[in-house]
């Protein structure tokens, strides 16, 4: 059965602090994304990548990076988290040789920043 | 960009009712899905309807697609309060390559009374 998992639930960090974000797909997709969510908002895309250690920006890339060191795992980075970044973040894998391009997602992390 | 707009935003029927939400959207698409989402949790994917297709069915899942209104519907027949969640539209492009991605709308919030 597909699975995409995310290193914690729930997590709280000071402002300032560097705050890594770790997703892990068990599928062998090609595609993993980061996604925020925001009441009103909707999901909005961070990053993504199609490939190891090739990423590109979505739509709301400032204040974050990314690492794709290995095909399975894909890691959100907040180098100095500020408390504008509190919200809940999704991963999603989806596989290229799919005409459909489903995206299957994790549980999210719901990131608190004090 | 947000590419898929559901409508409403919200929506409260009883149980037994059906419940259709609407989505609409900009440019060409290769499909469009549909997402459920339970409070505090990932997405989930319930159905695709591809762009030479205007009627799928799953279950109690019906979905049209009208791409000369680029307009999609989603009704949930004889809905349980199970159902209660919140549902997004995704789109994906014409031309999909490697590096594409679907488009996700705000999300309608269904309530489903007992």
């Known amino acids: 059965d597909v699975k995409v998992t995310q290193s914690s639930r729930y997590l709280v960090k000071r402002t300032g602090e560097k705050v890594f974000l770790e997703c892990v797909q068990d599928?062998?997709?090609?595609?993993m994304f980061w996604y925020r969510q925001d009441p009103g908002l909707g999901l909005r895309l961070i990053y993504f990548?199609?490939?190891?250690?090739?990423?590109e920006k979505g739509d709301i890339p400032e204040g974050y990076s990314v690492s794709r060191e290995k095909k399975e795992r894909f890691s959100l980075i907040l180098e100095s988290a500020s408390t504008n970044q509190t919200s809940m973040y999704l991963c999603?894998?989806?596989?290229?040789?799919?005409?459909?391009?489903?995206?299957?997602f994790g549980p999210g992390t719901r990131l608190t920043v004090t | 960009s947000q590419q898929g707009e559901e409508d409403p935003q919200a929506l409260s029927i009883q149980e037994g009712e059906n419940a259709t939400m609407n989505c609409s959207y900009k440019?060409?698409?290769?499909?469009l899905q549909w997402y459920r989402q339970n409070s505090g949790r990932g997405l989930v994917h319930l159905i695709l309807?591809?762009?030479?297709?205007r009627e799928k069915h799953s279950g109690r899942l019906r979905v049209t697609l009208d791409t000369s209104k680029k307009s999609s519907s989603l009704l949930i027949t004889a809905s349980r309060a199970a159902d209660t969640a919140s549902y997004f539209c995704?789109?994906?492009?014409?031309?999909?390559?490697?590096?594409?991605?679907?488009?996700f709308g705000k999300g309608i919030t269904l309530s489903v009374r007992p």
């Open positions: 995704a789109t994906a492009p014409w031309i999909m390559g490697a590096n594409s991605k679907l488009t």
């Open positions: 309807i591809r762009s030479n297709e």
């Open positions: 999603a894998s989806s596989f290229v040789g799919s005409v459909s391009y489903e995206q299957y």
């Open positions: 990548s199609y490939d190891v250690k090739m990423k």
């Open positions: 440019t060409s698409i290769n499909n």
């Open positions: 599928m062998d997709h090609e595609n």
